[in-house]
């Protein structure tokens, strides 16, 4: 079936250290990739997104580039900040019943802290 | 602009009771999706409303209901609490169906004792 694996965490780092968040998915056919992020006390946010292959999706510094060849989508950052601490779901966009009642289906989120 | 606005927050529940939990789409959005979100787990999809009419439905069983009002709001039904339902279960609106790009709420953190 299909399904999305990230990193274990926690991940802890110091400010303006680099970000690496690993995603990969199975999924048959070509499904749209995200990142959603949970900052504390608040609901769930579109991070970025990618529709196709060898696309990259980008926003507050953040990057990740839709890898079909590896099936991955890696989350990166390079210079982390205190307001980065939250945690971060990557998340599959596929239909099981032949192009229609698409679902999100989200990995279980990696909690990342960044110390000042 | 309005968000995603859920109520109530928080709440406990016993075995075997029912709960209806309640979601306020954004304003021009007319899909709704449900999610349960264990704790230490990825959201779960449980099943998705668009004008009116369920489009779409994870794997819940069928003591999971929904609706959806003709101004988009919506309520989950969960009957027959078990203590596994204890979880944060999510809304989420969308300007249109099968679409990845969701707008959530903060949650209703449902406690089944």
């Known amino acids: 079936g299909n399904s999305v694996t990230q990193m274990e965490g926690p991940v802890t780092l110091s400010e303006e250290a680099f970000l690496t968040i690993n995603c990969t998915y199975t999924?048959?056919?070509?499904?749209?990739l995200f990142w959603y992020v949970q900052y504390p006390g608040e609901g769930l946010q579109l991070l970025l997104k990618?529709?196709?292959?060898?696309d990259k999706g980008s926003n507050k510094g953040f990057e990740a580039t839709y890898r079909k060849e590896t099936t991955s989508f890696h989350l990166e950052k390079g210079s982390v900040q205190v307001s980065d601490s939250a945690v971060y779901f990557c998340?599959?966009?596929?239909?099981?019943?032949?192009?229609?009642?698409?679902?999100?289906?989200f990995g279980k989120g990696t909690l990342l802290t960044v110390n000042p | 602009e309005t968000g995603v606005t859920q109520s109530p927050t928080h709440l406990i529940k016993t075995r075997g009771q029912q709960v209806t939990l309640r979601c306020s789409s954004q304003?021009?959005?007319?899909?709704v999706s449900w999610y349960q979100q264990a704790l230490g787990q990825g959201p779960q999809f449980i099943f998705q409303?668009?004008?009116?009419?369920?489009?779409g439905r994870g794997n819940f069983p069928p003591r999971f209901s929904g609706l959806q009002f003709p101004n988009y709001s919506s309520e989950l039904n969960v009957n027959a609490l078990e203590l596994d339902d204890s979880a944060l279960y999510l809304c989420a609106s969308s300007g249109r169906p099968n679409t990845g790009e969701l707008f959530f709420g903060e949650g209703s953190r449902l406690t089944v004792l």
């Open positions: 409303y668009y004008r009116e009419e369920e489009n």
């Open positions: 304003s021009g959005h007319n899909t």
């Open positions: 990618a529709t196709k292959a060898d």
């Open positions: 998340a599959l966009l596929f239909s099981n019943s032949g192009g229609s009642n698409y679902k999100l289906t």
């Open positions: 999924a048959t056919g070509y499904p749209s």
